[in-house]
């Protein structure tokens, strides 16, 4: 099906281990970013790219990786998961130029808590 | 710097009854202006976006939004609320000047509509 798909949607892991957070998209955007939704932060970017191999920090970096080898696919990994890294992570996607206008197309979530 | 805000936590109105969601922006250029909806669990939806043109924006679900440049609002409308729009509305900002396709979102306001 076409769209933005994130897996898995719900994950419980422990302090300390690896995670990685799965997106993919089918419209073959340019841009993919994503977010953090944690209450009373709203929406926080955490790193984004603007094409494959070409990735860049967000608002907040800290404790996460990406790569993007194919314009497809954009992984976010926990390299050791800490407790304050609880939240519902958002992939999204977007083709701000090339006669598009910037708007966002979001995956459904992925819920995470590390206990 | 850009930034989005939403004045209000959470807005309460009677089913039927016109609502309103604030959002004030401040971007380097022109902006392009963006409305989402989040329902529970579920990611976000692209409502509708202000880019040039006509002050008056229509969107999905009859939501429709003002741009006020003097007043550096676009705030969302709709003249007949419903019981299914109560959810989460997040307005978004970039400048037309931007190279990197971010999107800045404000907190986010909470509509409760009421029977």
């Known amino acids: 099906d076409a769209g933005i798909t994130q897996s898995p949607r719900y994950k419980i892991t422990e302090t300390g281990r690896q995670v990685t957070l799965m997106c993919h998209q089918t419209w073959s955007h340019s841009y993919m970013f994503w977010y953090r939704q944690d209450l009373g932060h709203g929406l926080r970017l955490i790193y984004y790219s603007a094409a494959a191999d070409i990735t860049d920090k967000g608002e907040v970096p800290d404790g996460y990786v990406v790569s993007r080898s194919k314009t497809e696919n954009f992984p976010l990994t926990l390299e050791s998961a800490t407790r304050s890294q609880t939240s519902v992570y958002f992939c999204?996607?977007?083709?701000?130029?090339?006669?598009?206008?910037?708007?966002?197309?979001f995956g459904e979530g992925s819920r995470l808590t590390v206990l | 710097a850009q930034s989005v805000a939403q004045p209000e936590d959470q807005v309460n109105v009677a089913e039927g009854n016109p609502l309103t969601v604030k959002c004030t922006y401040s971007v380097s250029g022109n902006p392009y202006l963006f409305w989402y909806v989040q329902y529970p669990n579920r990611g976000l939806q692209f409502l509708l976006k202000y880019i040039t043109g006509d002050n008056l924006v229509k969107g999905s679900y009859g939501f429709e939004a003002e741009f006020n440049k003097s007043q550096t609002s676009f705030h969302l409308k709709k003249p007949s609320a419903l019981v299914s729009d109560s959810a989460l509305y997040f307005c978004a900002v970039r400048g037309s000047s931007s190279n990197t396709g971010k999107l800045i979102f404000g907190q986010g306001t909470t509509l409760q509509v009421k029977p």
């Open positions: 999204a996607s977007s083709e701000p130029y090339l006669g598009g206008t910037g708007e966002l197309f």
